[in-house]
């Protein structure tokens, strides 16, 4: 990596029943992510932490943003959650995969839920 380049992070944490459901569509997609170990002393919300990261103009934007779309659109118990960096959340439920482009790269952090078990698991 050149030293002008920055890598960019996309913090993905998978709630309820997502988990196996979305890592599957990623790796259908190609999309590269790892499990991030998470060591605490105090309480904290259950869920899975999965990072997506690459260098910044290689960050596939887009192919997360089409699999969010696909992936939420599949089932009415699901839903994303996009805390940007300034505080706000925007549920990307209605959001075409265009816009989920645009606001990605702000994002703070992504939650991904399903509220029922994924049948194919």
Same mark, same amino acid.
């Given at each position: 990596?050149?030293?002008?380049?920055? =890598?960019?992070?996309?913090?993905?944490?998978?709630? /309820?029943?997502?988990?196996?459901?979305?890592?599957?569509?990623?790796?259908?997609?190609?999309?590269?992510?790892?499990?991030?170990?998470?060591?605490?002393?105090?309480?904290?919300?259950?869920?899975?932490?999965?990072?997506?990261?690459? =260098?910044?103009?290689?960050?596939?934007?887009?192919?997360?943003?089409? =699999?969010? /779309?696909?992936?939420?659109?599949?089932?009415?118990?699901?839903?994303?959650?996009? @805390?940007? /960096?300034?505080?706000?959340?925007?549920?990307?439920?209605?959001?075409?995969?265009?816009?989920?482009?645009?606001?990605?790269?702000?994002? @703070?952090?992504?939650?991904?839920?399903?509220?029922?078990?994924?049948?194919?698991?």
């Amino acid at each position: 990596m050149e030293a002008n380049q920055s =890598v960019s992070v996309l913090e993905l944490t998978l709630f /309820k029943h997502s988990e196996s459901s979305f890592i599957r569509a990623l790796d259908e997609a190609g999309i590269a992510h790892s499990r991030a170990s998470m060591y605490v002393t105090g309480p904290q919300a259950s869920g899975f932490k999965e990072i997506i990261s690459a =260098v910044s103009d290689a960050m596939p934007w887009n192919a997360i943003a089409k =699999v969010m /779309k696909a992936w939420i659109d599949a089932r009415a118990s699901r839903e994303v959650m996009i @805390q940007t /960096k300034d505080g706000e959340v925007i549920h990307a439920k209605g959001y075409s995969p265009e816009e989920l482009k645009k606001v990605l790269p702000l994002s @703070q952090s992504v939650m991904i839920i399903d509220t029922k078990p994924d049948k194919g698991s």
